[in-house]
């Protein structure tokens, strides 16, 4: 047993998405905004949740408004994204390496000039299976 309660017989391998990058994310026909959910859960912690994590891709066009009703981590990996916080009426202008909390509840406006990426997690199922990641994953046999 090592210091965390753990033993041989219940640990589990962890999963390995191969080639989750932004090149294998396109844009719907005709929109400026996409979400590529790649790996759910449902989580086994006291009070059990979906847990799913992906990429969120945006390009130059018409603001894309967002109300939340589930939790969202993002990390903006490249480009920059805007966020328009409609609760303040603050435009915050992520960049590389920023990352925004969105409670349940926030409701905002995504937008950018150029271009933006950034990798989510969120308490809520898949909703947009990422289709250029099927077959990449690999899980360890114990």
Do not use: C, W
Request: hydrophobic letters at 35%.
């Amino acid at each position: 047993m090592d210091g965390y309660g753990v033993t041989l017989s219940n640990l589990v391998p962890l999963t390995v998405i191969k080639g989750a990058g932004h090149e294998f994310v396109p844009l719907p026909n005709g929109e400026n905004a996409t979400l590529a959910d790649f790996y759910s859960i449902r989580t086994k912690t006291e009070s059990p949740a979906h847990f799913t994590s992906g990429f969120y891709k945006i390009e130059a066009g018409p603001q894309r408004p967002a109300h939340y009703t589930f939790e969202e981590a993002k990390y903006v990996l490249s480009g920059q994204i805007d966020i328009l916080d409609e609760a303040t009426g603050v435009t915050h202008h992520l960049v590389p390496g920023d990352f925004a909390f969105f409670h349940v509840g926030t409701k905002v406006k995504f937008s950018t000039k150029s271009q933006g990426f950034a990798f989510y997690a969120v308490t809520r199922p898949v909703r947009t299976p990422h289709p250029n990641l099927q077959g990449r994953e690999e899980k360890a046999k114990l």
